[in-house]
Nanobody, 121 residues
Framework: VQLQASGGGLVQAGGSLRLSCAAS????????VGWFRRAPGKKREWVAA????????HLVDSVKGRFAIARDNAKNTVYLQMNSLKPEDTAIYYC???????????????WGQGTQVTVSS
């Protein structure tokens, strides 16, 4: 499966963005999908994951209540809705996919190219 992340940008603190992860291939529904981020000078961090059906999701504690992950298998796309953004959410966001054994925190074997999210104070 090939993945392409999009939707990043510059937003003020308190604002919202929706990231998309578009996948190629007819077996997308066989994969669980995760979102990760890498902030400047920090290690990559797992952020969220969604099961194959979309019925189960997991989020890192720092984004609970602000972010939501969902998927549309008919569109081969996973979304990360980010609300109430904070400057500390600034990072490059990556989506990743793998078989269910990877759920929720990985390791994941297929990665997209990343999309930059910058939150200004």
């Amino acid at each position: 499966v090939q993945l392409q992340a999009s939707g990043g940008g510059l937003v003020q603190a308190g604002g919202s963005l929706r990231l998309s992860c578009a996948a190629s291939g007819r077996t997308f529904s066989s994969y669980v999908v995760g979102w990760f981020r890498r902030a400047p000078g920090k290690k990559r961090e797992w952020v969220a994951a969604v099961s194959r059906s979309g019925n189960n999701t997991h989020l890192v504690d720092s984004v609970k209540g602000r972010f939501a992950i969902a998927r549309d298998n008919a569109k081969n796309t996973v979304y990360l809705q980010m609300n109430s953004l904070k400057p500390e959410d600034t990072a490059i966001y990556y989506c990743a996919a793998d078989l269910p054994v990877a759920y929720p925190r990985g390791p994941y074997g297929h990665w997209g190219q990343g999309t930059q999210v910058t939150v200004s104070s």
